[in-house]
């Protein structure tokens, strides 16, 4: 890998590039169904940056991707050419931020790909659309991120796909105070803490759709009623997100048992944002340390993979996208 080559900037809209109704507008510039091009956000700082080529891709608000734009933005990211590039900068709305990376990060691609958004548009005051911009260029031009594969930056913290969520609707360090960050950037100096871990399904082709996984989130009295109907519209896995450590409601865990029983993989996740998933017995998987959204990603392209895959085998997926 060269770090002379340019970094390729693939934009997909969002807050980092919204153009507000004023400079004070943080808020409610989703309102105005406007937007600044790649290039009138990249001006004020392409000079601090190096090399970038700029690719603006057609794409719906990032909470609206479907699966078919997932995995064909995954096929795209597969078929960046090393001689052309030395990184990738992918940018969106931050609704989808942490379940786009996360799946980028389990298939990988042949350069290393930083992932970025913006909590506040570039028009307002104290916005960090250009702080993340800069800072995820000059990650993807380390030479340290090629061992990881696929990153998060925001907010000075460089951040690991499987750790990262969404923690607050509109604080800038809704990512950052989420996990422990792989590394620190400001001003395009990174300072790395951890090793790299490159995604389980890296060597695996992209599947031409997910397999249907649903989440069942768990409440007092919940009846098991939702995983009798996920099974029944053909769900292949179910992820259960139980409250605290990861607990069904009795009922609940019952409808779990018997989907197993009746050939459905079923995963125990928690809803609870931070710990790990208490020991699972019997049939079911155990999501460890990931999100129930992150669990149903991995299971959703595990199960839609050509190779046939056990229950002890996808929980070894598990196990190894857990943080």
Known sequence: MSTDLPVHWLSLGGTLQARGHDPLDVDRYWQTGRSLTPEEVLDPVRSLVGPVTVEAVASRPSHDLAPEDLLALVRR???LDPAAATGVVLTLGSNGLEEVAFLAWLLGAPVPVVVSAAMRPPTAVGSDALPNLVDALAVARSVEASEHGVL???DGAVLHPAEVMKSHSSRLDSFRASATPVADVRAGVTR??????PGPLRDVPVPAGLA????????LGADGAAVRSAVDRGARAVVSAGTGAGFPTGAER???EDAAAAGVVVCQAQRTPYGSVAATTGPLLCARE?????ARLLLATALATERPRSTEALQRLLDDASR
């Not at 790395?192 to 871990?197: C, E, F, I, Q």
């Not at 249907?212 to 409440?219: A, C, D, F, G, Q």
């Not at 990931?290 to 992150?294: A, D, E, F, S």
């Open 77 to 79: 990211l597969r078929a």
């Open 290 to 294: 990931l999100t129930p959204q992150k």
């Open 254 to 256: 019952r409808a779990l």
């Open 152 to 154: 998060v930056v925001s």
């Open 192 to 197: 790395w803490h951890r090793a790299g871990r």
């Open 212 to 219: 249907p996984v649903e989440i069942v989130t768990s409440y």
